[in-house]
C-alpha cells in the first residue's frame, strides 16, 4: 500500500483528492490531505462576495467530513517544512508525516511585499484571492458606497493571474449602477499587462478588442505597462512603461476604494526545497506533472 500525501484543501487539492480515490479504488492505498484550514472554499465566487453577491456560508464547507465519505484522511494543520530526500513532511506541531507520493496543491503566496502599501493586511489595496481577502474587500466596498469617489481596480507588475481583476472591475460597476451612484466613482483599471485582455496569455481569441470595447462602453480609463511602484493612503503611484520597459509617464491616482491583484511566489516550506522550484517558488515539472529532482512529487 502507498501513501499519497496531498497539501492544500483549495481547488486542486479537493479534485486531486477524489480523483485518485476513484481511480485507485478505497482499499488499495491510503490518502491524506492536509490544509491549515478546516474548510473548503470556492475560491472563484471570491469577486462576488466583494461586493455582496455571495455570503460566506455560500461559498465555504466544512472539508472534513466530505473527506471521510470518500475514505480520506484530512489532518488540519500547517506544513512547516518538507523533506524530499527522506519521503517527509513535519506540521506546526512538530509532527512528521511520511509519504511514497506527494502531491503540492498549496496555492500562492501573495507577494503583497513587493510593492509597498498593498494588500489589506498591511497597506491599502483589497484583494480577492482569499475568501477573508474578499470579506475585507466588501467592507472597504460598503464605506464607499457611503462616501463615493474614484476607485481603482486591476493588478500589479509580476501579476500572473489577470482574470478575476476584470471580472471584479465589471461586478463591481454592475453594483455600482444598480446603486445609482456610478456617476459619483470614476473607475481606472491599472494592469502590467502589455495591452488590455492579454491575461497573461497573449490573449484568449478577440479578447483584446471585445474588453478594450467593454471597457470603453462603462467609461472606464486603463493604464497598461503600468508598473505600481507603491500605495500610500488614498493614493497610488504607477509608472506607465513602453515596450522596452522605459519609463514614459507616471501617475498619481487618487482613489476611495482600491483592488489589486499582487504577485505570486511559492509558499515557504516548498520554496525551500532544494532542486524543486523555480527561483520564484514554483514547483518544476516535466511533460507528466512530476519534479525531475524528486520524481515522486508532483
Keep these: 500500500m502507498s501513501h499519497i500525501l496531498i497539501i492544500g484543501a483549495g481547488i486542486g487539492g479537493v ?62 494543520s500547517r506544513v512547516v517544512s518538507i523533506d524530499a530526500k527522506n519521503n517527509a513532511v513535519t506540521l506546526e506541531n512538530s509532527t512528521s508525516l511520511n509519504y511514497d507520493y506527494l502531491v503540492i496543491t498549496t496555492g500562492p503566496k501573495l507577494a503583497f511585499d513587493e510593492v509597498p502599501g498593498t494588500g489589506p493586511e498591511t497597506g491599502f489595496t483589497q484583494s480577492v484571492c482569499t475568501l477573508s481577502h474578499a470579506e475585507t474587500s466588501f467592507a472597504d466596498f460598503q464605506k464607499l ?98 515596450q522596452a520597459g522605459e519609463v514614459i509617464q507616471q501617475h498619481e491616482l487618487p482613489f476611495k476604494h482600491a483592488m489589486m491583484l499582487p504577485a505570486f511566489k511559492g509558499v515557504d516550506p516548498v520554496a525551500e526545497v532544494q532542486g524543486l522550484c523555480n527561483p520564484r517558488g514554483f514547483v518544476i515539472i516535466d511533460d507528466y506533472q512530476r519534479n525531475p529532482t524528486y520524481k515522486n512529487i508532483s
Design 145 to 242: 458606497a457611503e462616501d463615493p469617489g474614484p476607485v481603482i481596480v486591476g493588478a500589479v507588475a509580476g501579476a500572473s493571474c489577470f482574470g478575476p481583476a476584470y471580472e471584479y472591475l465589471f461586478i463591481l460597476e454592475t453594483e455600482l449602477r444598480k446603486r445609482k451612484i456610478r456617476n459619483k466613482v470614476p473607475m481606472t483599471f491599472v494592469t502590467s499587462e502589455p495591452y488590455i485582455g492579454h491575461l497573461g496569455l497573449g490573449g484568449v481569441g478577440d479578447s483584446k478588442s471585445m474588453l478594450q470595447s467593454e471597457l470603453r462602453s462603462k467609461h472606464v480609463k486603463w493604464i497598461t505597462n503600468a508598473k505600481t511602484t507603491r500605495v500610500e493612503a488614498g493614493m497610488m503611484y504607477v509608472d506607465e512603461c513602453d
Design 15 to 76: 479534485t486531486a483528492a477524489y480523483e485518485l480515490r476513484d481511480k485507485l479504488g478505497r482499499e488499495a492505498h491510503q490518502i491524506t490531505v492536509v490544509d491549515e484550514k478546516t474548510s473548503f472554499d470556492f475560491t472563484p465566487s471570491n469577486p462576488w462576495i466583494g461586493v455582496g453577491w455571495r455570503a460566506r456560508k455560500q461559498t465555504s464547507i466544512d472539508i472534513g467530513p466530505q473527506f471521510q465519505k470518500k475514505d480520506i484522511d484530512f489532518i488540519p
